[in-house]
């Protein structure tokens, strides 16, 4: 997950309610800096999005996003999803994802599931819902008694929040969906989005 991760400084985060949408918002997204897209499993074309992005869009990482038991994990594999991420985890998930191969994003809200995702080998964890648990206090606070786990803080996060999240040694990147706002999919303005992913994409990292 660490390489995808690098990729860009902040993961979109799509929830596609009409399929003719997603190649070409994915699109959009990819020409304006960002190229790993997370597609949320919260609706009835999130999947067939999933597989369009995938074949249509071959300079995109596709992932699923809401992923939440083992089923789901291997339906957006066969989907063609190059990675998964969930909004907390259990054990069968986890099992579900080392099993699999397929690099996993599971989300955490507190000190003791980052503690036994990072022992069975997750080095990035979504936190999540970043601003109501906590945002930037609880990062900075987990920074040095987890030392070997980095974030990618979701929930909440905005244009004027993410740089100070971004600025923290402990997080790896940001996840979003003000880089693709409703108003502007669901009118086709992809020059908006574009706009909006280049600036997100020129964000910096520490």
Do not use: H
């Not at 690098?6 to 960002?34: K, S």
């Amino acid at each position: 997950m660490a390489a995808i991760a690098a990729r860009a400084p902040v993961i979109p985060v799509l929830t596609i309610e009409r399929l003719e949408t997603a190649v070409p918002l994915a699109r959009a997204l990819v020409r304006g800096g960002l190229p790993v897209l997370e597609i949320t499993l919260r609706t009835a074309a999130a999947l067939e999005a999933i597989r369009a992005v995938a074949a249509e869009v071959p300079e995109a990482l596709v992932g699923a996003g809401t992923v939440l038991d083992p089923a789901q994990l291997d339906q957006v594999q066969r989907a063609g999803a190059c990675f998964a991420v969930s909004p907390g985890c259990t054990e069968a998930l986890a099992r579900a994802a080392r099993s699999s191969g397929m690099p996993f994003l599971p989300g955490v809200q507190t000190v003791s599931e980052a503690m036994a995702l990072g022992g069975l080998g997750f080095e990035i964890l979504k936190f999540f819902p970043a601003d109501a648990a906590g945002g930037l206090t609880w990062i900075k606070a987990v920074g040095a008694p987890l030392s070997g786990v980095r974030f990618c803080p979701t929930g909440g996060i905005t244009a004027e929040t993410a740089p100070a999240y971004l600025a923290l040694p402990n997080v790896a990147c940001v996840g979003g969906s003000w880089v693709a706002p409703r108003v502007a999919v669901a009118t086709g303005d992809w020059q908006s989005v574009e706009r909006l992913a280049a600036t997100a994409s020129a964000l910096k990292r520490r």
